[in-house]
């Protein structure tokens, strides 16, 4: 591998599990090929990614740091007030230091004499790469002068739903009342007929100008002065929607399921170099291993697997729904209920919840836990269906295994996601084999960063 000769990218995620895990996949995909990565997590989740260490002795090119977030520490950061205080506090304090941030890698310039030393192995910074509700990094990256591509955390269906927000506000489709949701909605070309105003994002169910339906409609748009998009999907899931996008960027690298490319990519290196080597996934969270021992007991196929994500809060109501229905099913579970799951005014433990009734059906049945390694549950041959919130990571996880996908969209654009995709599993692992667009985009993608 010659060393010199390869760029240095920056990759920046937005502060949230879901985003932080494609992006850092791809850095992982992109250190596989030699390209020298910059990865960039707002502080806490520097700490918290405990990974760190074992991707960076994996991928020599892989350089982690970390960059203030502005919110004071004892901030609770949750979704209840995400979008209010991150939003902007990136915005105005994290902007201003991402600027001298980039003008020291652009330049290889550093403060403090080790990180100066390191940095000198380094060539100058050549790209940024950053995600789809981050363009003040947009406007950084413009300021110091370095091209930026933007890597949207989504399908390209919700993507397409969120660039036509301005054109179903035009066509009076917006803003509605929460009555008549099945009505079909016009105004998203290429989905005429599909789409009902629940399956819109749920920021479609404010009004037209609050502010986080204005943030949502100024980010999309700016995402367009982005000299590329990467998207983690692959042409087969939607090709159909994609020709719609095309005509707004100069270039599309559809590279997904990340996950799966870069599964495929590191067994294939590891069987030609007989190294015992594995990807490592990105958690933030203490994955309780457990599981994986109790699913090895339970019956081919027999288990289904519960897990909302890292966002979604349910309701005490909702909560006891899910549980009535998983114990009355007569059928094994697994069910991620993370601590917080319940809404910080009901957020009593879990334990102290069980209503009694439910108690025998849950230990001979269930098997409950804060955060699991959930690709490979899935890939589990034990579980045989998968209740989901439908967020695009979950989702492309789900295809991949081939689990039958029960969908229980709540937020965001979950609801685009469980409206969009069927079974897909065939399809996705031609996308990533040799002859696959994925595996043919990425090696376009990594030539094009190197053409810098
Ligand atoms: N995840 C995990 N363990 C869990 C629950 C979720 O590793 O117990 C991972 C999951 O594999 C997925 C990510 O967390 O990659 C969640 O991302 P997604 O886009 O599905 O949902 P979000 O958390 O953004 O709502």
Excluded at 168 to 178: C, G, R, S, V
Excluded at 279 to 294: F, I, N, Y
Excluded at 409 to 428: E, I, M, T, W, Y
Aim: proline letters at 5%; hydrophobic letters at 40%; glycine letters at 6%.
């Amino acid at each position: 591998m010659e060393m010199e000769r390869q760029p240095h990218v920056l990759l920046f995620p937005f502060p949230a599990q879901g985003h932080i895990k494609p992006m850092l996949t791809l850095a992982q995909l992109l250190c596989h090929a030699g390209i020298h990565v910059t990865f960039l997590n707002t502080e806490l989740n520097h700490h918290l990614l405990t990974q760190r260490q074992a991707l960076s002795a994996r991928f020599p090119t892989l350089h982690f740091h970390s960059i203030s977030d502005g919110l004071p520490s004892d901030h609770p950061r949750t979704i209840a007030v995400y979008y209010q205080d991150i939003v902007a506090s990136l915005r105005s304090k994290t902007a201003p230091l991402l600027c001298q941030f980039l003008i020291s890698k652009k330049n290889n310039v550093d403060k403090d004499s080790a990180a100066a030393a390191a940095a000198a192995q380094l060539p100058p910074l050549g790209c940024v790469i950053t995600d789809g509700i981050m363009c003040f990094a947009i406007d950084a990256a413009e300021e110091v002068g370095i091209p930026v591509i933007v890597l949207p955390i989504t399908s390209a269906c919700s993507f397409w739903c969120y660039s036509c927000i301005p054109n179903l506000i035009q066509e009076a489709q917006l803003p509605f009342e929460d009555e008549d949701m099945d009505r079909i909605v016009s105004g998203v070309p290429g989905m005429e007929g599909l789409l009902r105003r629940r399956d819109l994002p749920s920021i479609c169910r404010m009004p037209t100008d609050h502010p986080i339906m204005q943030f949502y409609i100024k980010e999309t748009k700016a995402i367009t002065r982005a000299s590329a998009l990467i998207l983690n999907t692959f042409d087969d899931l939607e090709s159909s929607i994609l020709s719609h996008l095309a005509p707004r960027f100069s270039k599309i690298y559809t590279i997904g399921p990340l996950h799966a490319l870069l599964k495929s990519r590191i067994k294939d290196d590891d069987l030609s170099s007989s190294s015992s080597s594995a990807a490592a996934t990105a958690s933030l969270r203490q994955e309780d291993r457990r599981c994986m021992t109790w699913l090895d007991t339970q019956r081919l196929g027999s288990v289904i697997f519960i897990s909302f994500g890292s966002l979604v809060k349910l309701t005490r109501v909702e909560l006891l729904e899910f549980w009535h229905g998983l114990v009355s099913s007569g059928t094994p579970f697994l069910w991620v209920l993370r601590s917080d799951v319940l809404w910080s005014d009901e957020g009593e433990h879990m334990g102290q919840v069980i209503p009694t009734e439910l108690e025998m059906g849950t230990k001979e049945r269930g098997f409950i836990v804060d955060w699991v390694p959930q690709e490979e549950v899935l890939a589990h041959e034990a579980v045989g269906g998968f209740l989901t919130h439908s967020g695009w990571n979950s989702t492309l996880e789900g295809i991949w295994a081939g689990v039958s996908m029960l969908c229980w969209p709540k937020l965001a654009d979950q609801q685009v996601n469980s409206r969009c995709v069927g079974r897909f599993a065939k399809l996705a692992r031609n996308s990533v084999s040799e002859s696959g667009s994925s595996y043919h985009n990425l090696q376009q993608l990594i030539q094009d960063l190197r053409n810098l």
